[in-house]
């Protein structure tokens, strides 16, 4: 058991501006870019590219969001 080595923790690393739906599964190490959407119950097992919106087990990409530039004032 010893001999498989050792893999130090992995950050879950969540972006600005994302919508986590309930039950979502996100494994170590992955990325969930900026502006992205996991539906509820999906598995993220790889990097979420940012304004995508994914779902499933495995999620996979169900769409895009366009980037919304705000004016403040």
Not at 46 to 63: F, H, K, L, Q, S
Request: no cysteine; net charge positive.
């Amino acid at each position: 058991m010893n001999r498989q080595g050792f893999v130090a923790d992995r950050r879950i690393v969540v972006e600005d501006d994302v919508w986590i739906g309930a039950g979502v599964t996100i494994v170590a190490g992955r990325r969930i870019g900026t502006g992205s959407i996991v539906a509820a119950g999906s598995v993220v097992t790889r990097d979420v590219a940012p304004w995508t919106v994914v779902g499933g087990n495995p999620a996979r990409e169900i769409g895009r969001r366009e980037k919304t530039h705000e004016s403040i004032g």
